[in-house]
């Protein structure tokens, strides 16, 4: 099933959100700032030497964020320390009770390479931390979903213009509603953002996520290189760094498709999923006409209504020809669109794989796999077509 496919990651957790009013945060004092140091960490982020230079710098402050650093570039990992600092490490999130730490909530799996823990007491965050500085952020909004609850939307602005937050590498905003996501910064060291995430159906149906309107992308995080979005955007401007981009939507919009293709720029990977016009989708051919002469190394049009067509127009195209991997999986690709590959396959002289799983391909598949051999990639065929993620 096509649902298999999307990213199955469960945070779970428990309890309304509290009604409480937040506590005071203590702000850190001016003192733990050195504004030469700080901005060198930040146009270095993966060199270990302005951490320690800063570290030095912090202990002189007697800050306990100096006693982090070394910590973690030691090895170690300092659960006790982000107990007794809880202010100062997390900010607006431990007022809101959306952290915990602690022998329950060991620092060692937030920030190890699983950090995509799918325990259930990880509630609406999770933190990934390096050098005594926040890396990798998993953040769910308190806006409608049927998952766990999460912080509101102008305490995870706040957490963002978090100190803590100075060299964050990889953003997602998880969940399905994030329209009223406010953003009031700039985040020059995010390389790696997701805007959605959440497992379809159990968590929502793939046309009923609602993310809103993205295009501070460009302008929040100009040196993103890599950007997935999960759900249905309403606008969405990308910086002109990125290299990988995915849109995996049951509802995507001509004019979002059209906003995406005309930064112009070269990419590694491109995969728009097109959608279908039943429940809002309203892509054409014309708008992935600017496809024509992008610079693409894989490519997806992937859960398209219109995968015949499509490939007809490829073929002619000189994007075809840089083309190492094509993704037409999850569409409606039949014998007709299929002939068509067979007949051009001169067409993609540099094509490794070819992904046509989920589609309606009959009787051509025995000439694609004698033409295309360990290249193709069959896996399962309806007998109709149709694509495979709507509701």
């Not at 939307?153 to 905003?173: G, K, M, Q, Y």
């Not at 509603?177 to 390389?191: A, C, E, F, I, N």
């Amino acid at each position: 099933m096509a649902w298999s496919r999307w990213i199955q990651r469960l945070f779970g957790g428990g309890g309304p959100p509290t009604e409480e009013a937040p506590a005071v945060v203590e702000p850190e004092p001016e003192s733990a700032f050195h504004p030469e140091m700080f901005a060198a960490l930040r146009a270095q982020p993966d060199d270990p030497g302005c951490y320690q230079v800063l570290a030095d710098w912090l202990l002189e402050q007697d800050d306990p964020r100096g006693h982090f650093i070394l910590a973690m570039r030691e090895g170690k990992i300092p659960v006790e320390m982000l107990v007794a600092h809880t202010h100062r490490f997390y900010g607006p999130l431990r007022d809101e009770g959306h952290v915990d730490v602690g022998p329950a909530h060991p620092l060692k799996r937030l920030a190890g390479d699983t950090w995509h823990s799918k325990e259930p007491e990880t509630r609406g965050v999770v933190i990934g931390w390096r050098y005594g500085f926040v890396e990798r952020l998993w953040i769910r909004p308190r806006v409608g979903d049927n998952g766990q609850p999460g912080p509101p939307p102008e305490t995870i602005s706040a957490f963002l213009n978090h100190r803590s937050c100075w060299v964050l590498r990889d953003l997602t905003f998880a969940g399905s509603h994030l329209q009223d996501v406010k953003l009031d910064g700039t985040y020059p060291t995010v390389r790696t953002l997701r805007i959605g995430d959440f497992i379809y159906p159990d968590e929502c149906e793939a046309s009923w996520s609602m993310l809103g309107d993205w295009s501070l992308v460009r302008e929040r995080f100009p040196n993103a290189t890599q950007v997935t979005v999960q759900g249905n955007v309403d606008a969405l401007d990308l910086p002109d760094n990125v290299e990988s981009f995915t849109l995996e939507s049951a509802v995507v919009l001509g004019n979002v498709v059209r906003q995406i293709l005309a930064r112009g720029k070269p990419m590694q990977h491109l995969e728009l999923w097109t959608s279908s016009d039943a429940y809002g989708g309203n892509v054409e051919l014309e708008d992935l006409e600017a496809l024509a002469h992008l610079t693409v190394s894989h490519l997806g049009v992937r859960n398209c209504e219109f995968t015949d067509a499509f490939v007809d127009w490829l073929v002619k195209q000189p994007v075809a020809k840089g083309l190492r991997t094509l993704d037409l999986s999850l569409g409606t690709l039949t014998d007709e669109g299929a002939r068509t590959l067979l007949e051009h396959r001169s067409a993609f002289p540099e094509l490794v794989r070819l992904d046509i799983n989920d589609n309606a391909v009959q009787d051509a598949t025995s000439e694609l796999e004698a033409a295309f051999g360990n290249r193709l990639h069959v896996g399962d065929q309806d007998t109709e077509p149709y694509v495979s993620v709507t509701e």
